[in-house]
């Protein structure tokens, strides 16, 4: 039996920390892509997205091509046999990160994290938290260990962003490499020139 390539679907989590709008454009940039969206939020990403966008959990499920409870342990995204292209996570809370460390799962949104991991698929968590002390920093150095990529959404200058969308975007975008996926709202390096007068 000839072996199949995953289908073209990504999970999309929401945790509760700052930076709900990196979630929303995620989704969105799925669209943009044609990959098909699997949401789920965490309670506290609820009133995160409530607080800093004005938006409810019916507003992103316009945006998800499928979107579940996040205390529904027997959804799809539960299982390693339903095939992904991995997890992304966006904004990832400490909590959440902590969780996934440790295996000791429990929600949706852990717990499907946790199948991306023993599935070896990838796992990309865009953490928020500053500043972050050592504990923080040991479990990061797990998950790494474990397969995930730790992306924490920083701003990238040298992509001249003009408004705070522009650096949304270009943290989403990056956070997208991680799946080969190239949204076009990514602006790359494309190296520095120097002048004749300048010393190499």
């Known amino acids: 039996m000839l072996g199949t390539t995953a289908p073209e ?5 929401i945790s509760g920390a700052s930076g709900a709008a990196y979630g929303v ?5 799925l669209k943009d892509l044609g ?8 309670r506290a ?14 507003d992103l499920a316009e ?10 342990v027997g959804a799809a995204i539960a299982s390693g046999s339903f095939k992904t292209m991995g997890m992304l996570i966006a904004p990832c809370s400490v909590r959440t990160m902590s969780e996934i460390a440790t295996g ?6 852990t717990r499907a994290a946790d199948v991306t991991l023993k599935e070896r698929r990838p796992l990309v968590l865009m953490v928020r938290e500053t500043p972050l002390h050592l504990g923080h920093l040991r479990t ?7 397969g995930a990529t730790i992306a924490p959404p920083l701003p990238a200058f040298y992509a001249g962003p003009q408004t705070i969308e522009d650096m949304i975007d270009q943290s989403v975008g990056r956070a997208l490499d991680g799946f080969g996926l190239d949204w ?14 300048e010393p190499e």
């Open 9 to 13: 679907r990504l999970v999309v989590g």
């Open 25 to 29: 454009r995620a989704l969105d940039a």
């Open 35 to 42: 990959i098909e969206s699997h949401l789920v939020i965490s």
């Open 45 to 58: 990403a609820s009133l995160t997205l409530a607080s800093e966008l004005g938006l409810t959990p019916a």
């Open 63 to 72: 945006r998800a091509t499928f979107t579940y409870r996040v205390q529904d």
């Open 104 to 109: 000791v799962t429990s929600s949706l949104l």
């Open 140 to 146: 990061m150095t797990a998950l790494a260990e474990m």
């Open 184 to 197: 076009h709202h990514t602006r790359r390096w494309s190296g520095l020139k120097l002048t004749a007068d």
